[in-house]
C-alpha cells in the first residue's frame, strides 16, 4: 500500500516519460528507414555494376585516387628534389662569384687584405666551408642522391654561404689594421700606381712602369693569386693595345725587359713583368 501511495504522488511524471518515449520510438524508427534506403540503394547498385561489361566494372570500382600510376609520386619527388638542387646550385655559384670579386680583383685584395689571407682564422674556415661544399656538389641537378647526401649537400652550402658573410665581414672590419704604417703607405703606393697602369690617358711606358712598381710595392705584403696577376696583366695589356694603335713599334711585347742601371727606369720595350 505504501508503494502505490508513493507511485501515486508521482503521477504527474507519467507525461514527460511518454513524450521522451515517443521521441525515441520516432528517431529509432527514423534511423531504421535510413537504413532501408541505404539497404536499396546498395543493392541497386550492385545490380547496375552486374549489368555492366566486365571492364566498366573495374573502372567503375576503382576509387578516383588510384587512377594516377604508382609512379607518379616518386616522380613528383624526384622533380621537387631537382627544383632544390638547382636553388642550391644557384646559390653556391652566387657565392662563388663574389668570392672571385676578391680574389681576382687586385685592388680589392689591397682595399681588403684580410679576405685572402688564410693566416686569418676566418678567412681560413670559409676556405674549408668552401672545398667541403664544391666537394659534396654532385654533377647535375638530375643526379640520383639519397636524402643522406642531399642534406649533407644542402648543410655545406649553407655554412659555405655563413662562412663567406662572416670572413667578408671580418675583412671589411680590418682592412690594413694589421699592417704597420710603413706597410699601410705601401699599399697605398701600390693602389694609386695600379690606377696609373690602366689609366688610358697615360703613355704606354708610363702605365708599363706604374705596373711594375705596384708589384714591386705589394712584394711580401700581399700574395696575389694567378688568376689576380692573370686578369690584371690582360687588362694593363689591354689599355696598351687601345693606345698602341698611335704608336710606332707592337702593343704589347712579352719579351723579358732589358733594363739599365737598376731597372727603375721607363721601360724600352711595352712589357707586363711577370714576376
Known amino acids: 500500500m505504501e508503494f502505490w501511495h508513493v507511485v501515486g504522488g508521482f503521477w504527474w ?19 531504421a528507414d535510413a537504413r532501408h534506403r541505404r539497404r536499396l540503394e546498395l543493392l541497386a547498385a550492385k545490380r547496375g555494376l552486374a549489368a555492366q561489361p566486365q ?3 573495374i573502372a567503375a570500382a576503382a576509387p578516383a585516387a588510384a587512377a594516377a600510376p604508382p609512379a607518379a609520386p616518386a616522380r613528383a619527388s624526384n622533380a621537387t628534389r631537382a627544383q632544390r ?3 642550391l646550385f644557384a646559390e653556391h ?9 676578391y680574389e681576382l680583383d687586385v ?3 689591397i682595399a681588403f687584405p684580410a679576405m685572402t689571407d688564410v693566416r686569418q682564422p676566418l678567412t681560413s674556415a670559409f676556405h674549408r666551408a668552401k672545398r667541403r661544399a664544391d666537394e659534396l656538389r654532385p654533377d647535375s641537378a638530375q643526379v640520383r642522391m639519397d636524402d643522406a647526401d642531399f642534406e649533407a649537400y644542402r648543410d655545406a652550402v649553407h655554412d659555405f654561404a655563413i662562412a663567406f658573410e662572416t670572413a667578408e665581414q671580418e675583412a671589411r672590419r680590418l682592412r690594413d689594421a694589421a699592417f704597420t704604417p710603413a706597410e699601410r703607405r705601401r699599399l697605398d703606393t701600390a ?3 695600379l690606377q696609373v697602369a690602366l689609366d688610358q ?7 708599363n712602369l706604374a705596373y711594375r712598381r705596384a708589384r714591386q710595392e705589394l712584394e711580401g705584403l700581399i700574395v696575389l693569386s694567378d688568376g689576380a696577376v ?14 698602341g694603335a698611335t704608336a710606332s713599334g707592337p702593343s704589347l711585347d712579352k719579351r723579358p725587359e732589358t733594363t739599365p742601371g737598376d731597372g727603375g727606369g721607363a721601360a724600352a720595350t711595352p712589357d707586363v713583368d711577370r714576376s
Open 107 to 109: 685592388a680589392k685584395v
Open 201 to 207: 690617358s697615360a703613355t704606354r711606358a708610363e702605365r
Open 191 to 193: 693602389r694609386q700606381l
Open 85 to 87: 638542387l638547382t636553388r
Open 55 to 57: 571492364g566498366q566494372q
Open 93 to 101: 655559384d652566387e657565392i662563388t662569384r663574389r668570392w672571385l670579386d
Open 230 to 243: 692573370e686578369r690584371l696583366e690582360e687588362r694593363v695589356a689591354m689599355q696598351l693595345t687601345d693606345r
Open 13 to 31: 511524471l507519467v507525461f514527460p516519460l511518454a513524450g521522451m518515449a515517443g521521441g525515441a520510438l520516432k528517431a529509432w524508427n527514423r534511423g
